[in-house]
């Protein structure tokens, strides 16, 4: 045993949403080391970031009291002062425009029981429904289309039955950087015996180990997946019963994928014609699929309909419903499906109750107060609101806006120019350098609570250490700030939030504490018996086919301004705009950003590895320096978003799917020049 360690906590990851479980080592009220645990689905097994990633719990750039911009400058202020100015500002502006002018981003970081107070605060005391957060970036795309075809927007089987699948499917994912131990699970089912197909326009490292790799033009995936389809329709492989008993609109969705043959998709997607057909086969001889995803399919202006197209393919396979099977939209940070339960989306109560008037009497009445009735806008449309003036004040919790939203100079802009806006983070944030108000909150490891990781399992947050300074739990907030607006909520602790939610939200209605203690808790359509959705019948009844067609691969395409196409995405040792991982010893690992370009690309403008350039886009340009990769395509190049240095988000485009309003974060035009 370690003689230096008092005590050990055991606790979730705050980075990813594989939701590792971990315990925090602690001497004298510091956290001092991670070491694994192996009760959960992770087996014990972290990545460098649940490991190493740690150190900004302690770091001295911590917030330790409320902060208020007097003259342009942000300056030492009580939390009395801070609350009453925010009571103050968000009165007036409601007075004056409506409260249609007032907006709140939740976070994907705060636990499940902050998430339902900060919605139950904007809905039931500030009225209105423009609440949303980052899920919108990253899988709303996942909740509509999986909605859609199966009646609910979640990963449908667990994390550990990857190890059953006969065959892994990863499609516009790369889990060994951005879900690690979903990556290892992955390479462990191989050495199993599992077969892997992947498709990425990129190499990615599970590329190498994969029985069929094929690299389709960027944005091209609906017309793969339906040539997929295609082969296995008409070869015969596909589920006759499964389809026949227990789906819809099957034969509409046939018709429509008639002319996906292999020359057809062959042409669009750049992969030969033979290959599809291996690829098809593979997967429809398969006996249990799992079929993995991520933003390389949501982040388009076309990502509800590659989510159908998806969909469409389990349920062509049978591959729903069954151990070892499924979808697994693959979800990015810690608590995104947890805030997305919770109601922190502009169009839903928690669990998905969506805003009509039989629900809002519901809440009306559970939390004596009316509520607005008309449901509210989406994240990409809050930060055009702010920049157009109609919304006056904003409410951002635990997030980075600044940073990680798509045209981020027109998004910056809004900010500075916003009546009132307010920021509660444990730092001093890009976003929250430009608040009206700062509010310190604390860290995962200074509170209680839960978290709810991809696979919908909820998981405990348990409390280590002290909170640095003056700085609050974000529960704690909200019930303060409620008082000031007359609002006296009787929460001793997380758990009694707990027992609310158990009581409006029935897909937590089994999860009291004790049953999270005893860390058995996925959330569950209340009467099913098993982790695993649709075993019996789809959440909708039947699973419903969606004809969907490939219309075009982006809303920019490069052109002879801009000749390349920028996608973005993460790498392993660093994590969304870096305020975490780049305080800590991941630092070390990766210290900046790298445009990632192919050799020949980067020889064709006579430019060289390591050289600093200017990538140019239509919304604005950044410096970043070359990074030769035959990884990537010709053509193409890839930046991540973790720097502030090299804010990628200046550059990428704000363009949204119709149907999510998931903007186009994988797709637009840049050119690179010498500096
Ligand atoms: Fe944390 Fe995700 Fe790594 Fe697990 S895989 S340790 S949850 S970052």
Not at 400 to 425: M, R, T
Not at 447 to 466: L, M
């Amino acid at each position: 045993a370690d003689k230096k360690v008092d005590k050990l906590v055991k606790t979730t990851c705050s980075y990813c949403g594989v939701g590792c479980q971990l315990q925090l080592k602690v001497q004298d009220n510091q956290v001092i080391g991670v070491t694994s645990d192996k009760s959960s689905s992770n087996k014990g097994h972290l990545c460098a970031k649940g490991q190493f990633g740690w150190e900004y719990i302690h770091t001295e750039k911590r917030l330790t009291h409320p902060l208020i911009k007097k003259n342009g400058t942000l300056t030492k202020a009580t939390w009395d002062e801070a609350f009453d100015l925010i009571q103050k500002r968000f009165c007036e502006i409601s007075k004056h425009y409506g409260s249609e002018a007032i907006a709140g981003l939740a976070s994907a970081k705060i636990t499940n029981e902050e998430n339902y107070l900060f919605q139950k605060f904007m809905r039931s005391i500030l009225k209105t429904n423009h609440i949303d957060h980052c899920a919108r970036l990253c899988h709303a795309a996942s909740v509509v289309g999986l909605q859609a075809s199966f009646g609910s927007g979640a990963m449908t089987n667990t994390i550990n039955e990857i190890l059953e699948s006969d065959l892994l499917f990863v499609i516009g994912a790369n889990p060994t950087e951005a879900h690690p131990v979903i990556g290892y699970r992955i390479k462990e089912a191989l050495r199993k015996g599992a077969k892997l197909v992947v498709a990425d326009p990129r190499k990615i490292e599970l590329s190498s180990y994969a029985d069929i790799f094929v690299r389709q033009n960027s944005g091209t995936d609906i017309a793969l997946l339906n040539g997929i389809a295609h082969v296995i329709y008409k070869e015969g492989l596909w589920n006759k019963e499964f389809v026949a008993n227990r789906t819809e609109e099957f034969e509409s969705w046939a018709k429509a994928i008639e002319k996906y043959c292999p020359a057809y998709v062959a042409e669009i997607t750049g992969i030969d014609a033979e290959e599809i057909v291996s690829m098809a086969r593979m997967i429809g001889q398969a006996k249990k699929m799992m079929i993995l995803y991520a933003m390389g399919i949501t982040q388009h202006i076309h990502g509800t309909n590659g989510v159908l197209a998806i969909a469409n393919l389990a349920m062509l396979t049978g591959n729903i419903g069954k151990r070892g099977a499924g979808v697994a939209p693959l979800r990015g940070q810690n608590n995104v499906q947890g805030a997305c339960d919770m109601g922190a989306l502009p169009n839903v109560y928690p669990s998905y109750q969506p805003i009509n008037e039989e629900n809002r009497k519901f809440f009306e009445s559970f939390w004596g107060t009316s509520l607005p009735a008309k449901p509210g806008m989406t994240l990409n449309e809050i930060t055009h609101a702010v920049y157009n003036g109609q919304i006056k004040a904003l409410y951002i919790v635990g997030e980075n806006p600044s940073l990680s939203e798509p045209n981020g100079k027109h998004v910056k802009e809004g900010f500075d120019k916003i009546d009132f806006l307010v920021v509660q983070d444990i730092f001093l944030t890009e976003t929250a350098e430009q608040a009206d108000v700062v509010l310190p909150a604390v860290s995962f490891a200074e509170k209680d609570g839960t978290f709810t990781n991809t696979e919908r399992k909820i998981q405990r947050v348990h409390r280590a250490v002290s909170p640095p300074g003056e700085a609050r739990a974000d529960w704690e907030i909200f019930i303060e700030l409620a008082k000031r607006f007359g609002q006296f909520w009787s929460y001793q602790s997380p758990e009694d939030i707990m027992n609310e939610i158990n009581q409006c939200s029935p897909l937590y209605r089994e999860a009291t504490y004790d049953q999270i203690e005893a860390g058995t808790v996925y959330w569950n359509y209340p009467g099913t018996q098993t982790p695993i959705l649709h075993t019996e019948k789809f959440v909708r009844g039947k699973g419903k086919f969606h004809a969907v067609e490939f219309i075009s691969t982006a809303a920019e395409e490069p052109c002879e301004d801009y000749p390349l196409l920028l996608t973005t995405g993460r790498m392993l040792h660093q994590y969304h705009t870096g305020t975490m991982s780049r305080k800590s010893k991941l630092e070390l690992l990766q210290p900046e950003e790298h445009i990632l370009i192919h050799p020949n690309t980067v020889a064709a403008y006579a430019m060289e590895n390591d050289e600093i350039v200017l990538v140019e886009s239509r919304r604005g340009k950044i410096k970043a320096k070359i990074r030769c990769s035959d990884k990537m395509p010709e053509g193409v190049v890839f930046m991540t978003f973790h720097y502030a240095e090299t804010p990628s988000n200046i550059l990428t485009n704000d363009a949204l799917d119709p149907a999510s309003k998931t903007p186009e974060l994988k797709s637009c035009a840049v050119n690179i020049k010498k500096i």
